[in-house]
């Protein structure tokens, strides 16, 4: 039992968690550029502007800018199918609304496209990972603001023109539901609130100009190149009931609403009942235009990408959901989470069930700490079996449950910076990359023993786990 003929398997990554040269031929600043790791005991933390002498993890990343030929060979050596990256988008834009792009950005994408082509390699290119210029949260507040609609839009112009022939399967915003879900969506949308906000609105109008957002670029991308897929990305976490009481079941419900708020507009092209639920639950008035509803309608997405990597248990409290990070039922692994193969089943049949369109999943993994030990090896084995069991059920889910999964890409095919920690050490890779938490090492790339065995998993198209 293998995947279908022409199935994506490969391996994905972000521009600022991968590339380094975050001040080179006339990148600007982007979000991340400003945000430190954590580092012994303090966590991470967002600076107002960058401070000399403080270790920044995305500026020198794993220097992906230098070493993509080394790295995309490594790649093809493992018979990647397709590479999942990101565009830095302030390597184009160095504000986000300059008047013209910076031709240097363009030309960098241009080379890394080639390598890969060069081995057949497909480039499935997320316009936003993380990465929106700093200088428009700074002068325009961010996504709160919908004059960024506009410079995303001629961003996305620019890039679909250029890379029109070179690349096909596009992604409108990385994991854009935790605009809402995470307390400080700094990261996703840019946000940071004053004192006085009232941060659930501000999420919900950042998220609804997001929306608009990327539906017009699905739209003008739909007529740049009408092969192109544009798809959503959502960060795709399934949640159990803690027990069958049926207060747990509607925790699972007040659970779920906030993930398929986005799907539901980014999919269906419309603010759905649920969303209209959801925007009641957070007591937030919203009023969508004709002219926007029309823009939704016109901006579907052809796919839903979603990353995967665990399972939370939701149990009622006064109305609300309450997460447990423990399941007695799972082993937890290193970082504090489930290990769930079952649940990427589940992912799968729960996307599926809702909307019935081709579903990727872009980002799934384990972090482990790994060491090289005494004979130059590491030998990951704990990966490999993570792998084997997911991929298990993806093909369970294509061949029992009649699931269409598109393609498979694991998360951080070669070791980068970690988005939660900024750490090093919290390794995804086939690969691994000599350098620490603090920076220091030589950059010098090992092949960890999964890099063999994904080879061989991708050579018999999922046949051989
Ligand atoms: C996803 C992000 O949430 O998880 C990636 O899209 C991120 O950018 C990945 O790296 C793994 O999380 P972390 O915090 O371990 O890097």
């Not at 081995?119 to 993380?130: A, D, G, K």
Request: one cysteine or more; proline letters at 3%; hydrophobic letters at 35%.
């Amino acid at each position: 039992m293998n995947m279908k003929e022409g199935f994506l398997f490969g391996g994905a990554l972000a521009a600022n968690q991968c590339e380094g040269g975050y001040n080179l031929d006339g990148k600007g600043l982007s979000i991340a550029d400003v945000v430190r790791g954590s580092q012994q005991g303090i966590p991470r933390q967002v600076d107002e502007k960058i401070h000399e002498g403080v270790y920044y993890p995305s500026h020198e990343a794993i220097d992906f800018y230098h070493r993509y030929k080394e790295d995309i060979a490594l790649f093809a050596q493992m018979g990647f199918k397709c590479l999942r990256m990101s565009i830095s988008w302030a390597r184009i834009f160095p504000n986000g609304d300059d008047e013209i792009p910076n031709e240097c950005g363009l030309q960098f994408y241009d080379k890394v496209f080639d390598e890969l082509l060069k081995y057949n390699i497909q480039p499935i290119v997320t316009l936003s990972h993380f990465e929106t210029p700093l200088h428009l949260v700074e002068a325009y507040g961010s996504w709160r603001n919908p004059k960024l609609i506009d410079f995303y839009v001629k961003y996305a112009n620019v890039v679909f023109k250029r890379y029109k022939d070179k690349v096909i399967y596009w992604m409108t915003f990385n994991e854009i539901n935790e605009t809402m879900n995470k307390k400080d969506p700094f990261l996703q949308a840019g946000l940071k609130f004053k004192e006085d906000e009232n941060d659930k609105k501000v999420k919900v109008i950042a998220s609804h100009n997001m929306f608009i957002a990327s539906a017009k670029v699905v739209d003008l991308g739909h007529r740049i190149n009408p092969n192109f897929k544009i798809g959503c990305m959502i960060q795709y976490t399934p949640a159990y009931t803690k027990t069958c009481h049926p207060n747990d079941a509607l925790a699972k419900r007040f659970y779920n609403i906030q993930n398929y708020y986005y799907t539901d507009v980014m999919v269906k092209g419309e603010y759905t009942s649920l969303c209209y639920s959801q925007l009641k639950r957070l007591g937030v008035d919203l009023t969508i235009s004709k002219e926007e509803q029309e823009i939704l309608k016109k901006g579907k997405v052809d796919y839903i990408a979603f990353s995967y990597y665990f399972t939370y248990v939701v149990s009622y409290d006064e109305n609300q959901f309450v997460i447990d990070k423990k399941n007695k039922y799972l082993q937890t692994g290193q970082w504090n989470r489930t290990i769930d193969p079952i649940g990427l089943r589940v992912a799968l049949n729960e996307l599926y069930d809702r909307y019935q369109v081709p579903l990727f999943i872009v980002e799934n993994g384990i972090p482990l700490d790994d060491k090289i030990d005494g004979n130059n090896e590491i030998i990951d084995e704990e990966r490999i079996a993570f792998f084997r069991n997911h991929i298990m059920q993806i093909k369970k889910a294509i061949h029992e449950d009649f699931v269409n999964v598109i393609g498979y890409t694991t998360w951080g095919p070669i070791d980068i910076v970690s988005v939660s920690t900024g750490e090093m050490n919290k390794r995804y890779g086939f690969i691994y990359v000599d350098k620490d938490n603090s920076g220091k090492g030589t950059l010098q790339r090992f092949k960890k023993k999964s890099f063999s065995w994904y080879k061989k998993v991708i050579e018999s198209n999922g046949e051989c786990l």
